[in-house]
């Protein structure tokens, strides 16, 4: 498998935003949209607009070596991120209360529920195998190759978060290494909910 930047003018842009989706549809429907397509196509001018932490610069795909895709990684470096850069794109992109939203609302369920990301830390915000290809080792080596992502970007650590019964892919996560660094437990819309945070050390000796 080949890791690659997402490329807008090669890659499957639907796709792409759909597969993403599908990795936190929970998330998506309250700060996206309710409606499966409106939220995909909104994800998706976030994808192509760039300058937020789910721009295309952040995007990396897992291809075979005819250009299928078989994984995505969305990823960054904690310092990558601009606050009132993504502010900017929030309202040059969404409509009025998407920008309230994402602009007021995420970054304290972010605090709430996320990791506290530091400059140096590489964050994997989104993981997902394309269907047809899971259970074939290919989140492994999507995880593996972030940490080669990593230490090209000269970061200390890969940091994820993970629900507290999202079992199978907590398992995956220690299976290629990655500790549990923290626990947060928080009541969302009502219901009870928590997350581990989870690092993997890289070796700067």
């Not at 759909?18 to 499966?36: A, G």
């Not at 794109?89 to 369920?109: A, D, G, H, R, T």
Request: hydrophobic content about 40%.
């Amino acid at each position: 498998m080949n890791l690659v930047k997402l490329d807008l003018n090669k890659h499957d842009v639907d796709l792409v935003s759909e597969l993403i989706y599908e990795t936190d549809i929970s998330l998506f429907t309250t700060f996206l949209d309710k409606n499966r397509a409106d939220a995909i196509e909104k994800l998706r001018s976030l994808i192509v607009a760039g300058k937020n932490s789910y721009g295309h610069e952040h995007i990396y795909i897992g291809e075979d070596d005819n250009g299928k895709v078989m994984g995505i990684l969305v990823t960054f470096r904690g310092d990558e991120i601009k606050y009132f850069e993504e502010i900017k794109i929030f309202k040059q992109e969404m409509e009025f209360l998407n920008f309230i939203k994402l602009s007021l609302v995420k970054p304290i369920y972010d605090q709430i529920t996320a990791s506290s990301i530091e400059k140096d830390d590489l964050y994997i915000g989104n993981l997902v195998v394309a269907k047809g290809l899971r259970g074939q080792g290919i989140g492994s080596e999507l995880l593996k190759n972030s940490f080669q992502l990593a230490n090209d970007k000269n970061c200390k650590r890969v940091l994820l978060d993970v629900t507290f019964e999202n079992y199978n892919a907590k398992r995956l996560y220690e299976r290629t290494g990655f500790i549990v660094c923290c626990e947060k437990q928080f009541k969302w819309m009502g219901k009870s909910e928590g997350t581990y945070g989870m690092e993997y050390l890289l070796d700067k000796e």
